[in-house]
Nanobody, 120 residues
Framework: QVQLQESGPGLVKPSQTLSLTCTVS??????????WSWIRQPPGKGLEWMGA???????YYSPSLKSHTSISRDPSKNQFSLQLSSVTPEDTAVYYC????????????WGQGTQVTVSS
């Protein structure tokens, strides 16, 4: 059974870059035809899909976040990462990584989530 684990700093200052890594075990991030996503949930709000990286390395982004979001991967470590630049307090959220069998399908596996607070 695949397992996902987010890691990264819990506190980021405004205007800095938020960097998170998702470490995957029990399955390879290059396995056909899975998509690996980043999703966040600000306090008191719903889930927001941020973007994904596919089994072949193709990236997809939410139009509203595309200008300051980057997703990459390191197959040798079975990890994929999120970078969100120029953060503001509105980027405070619980950040999740997740896996789906298609870009528009439900997520079958989730990480436990990691709280990131943007504050000076």
């Amino acid at each position: 059974q695949v397992q996902l684990q987010e890691s990264g700093p819990g506190l980021v200052k405004p205007s800095q870059t938020l960097s998170l890594t998702c470490t995957v075990s029990g399955g390879s991030i290059t396995t056909l035809y899975y998509y690996w996503s980043w999703i966040r949930q600000p306090p008191g709000k719903g889930l927001e899909w941020m973007g994904a990286i596919a089994y072949d390395g193709t990236t997809y982004y939410s139009p509203s976040l595309k200008s300051h979001t980057s997703i990459s991967r390191d197959p040798s470590k079975n990890q994929f990462s999120l970078q969100l630049s120029s953060v503001t307090p509105e980027d405070t959220a619980v950040y999740y990584c997740a896996r789906a069998q298609a870009l528009d399908s439900d997520f079958g596996s989730w990480g436990q989530g990691t709280q990131v607070t943007v504050s000076s």
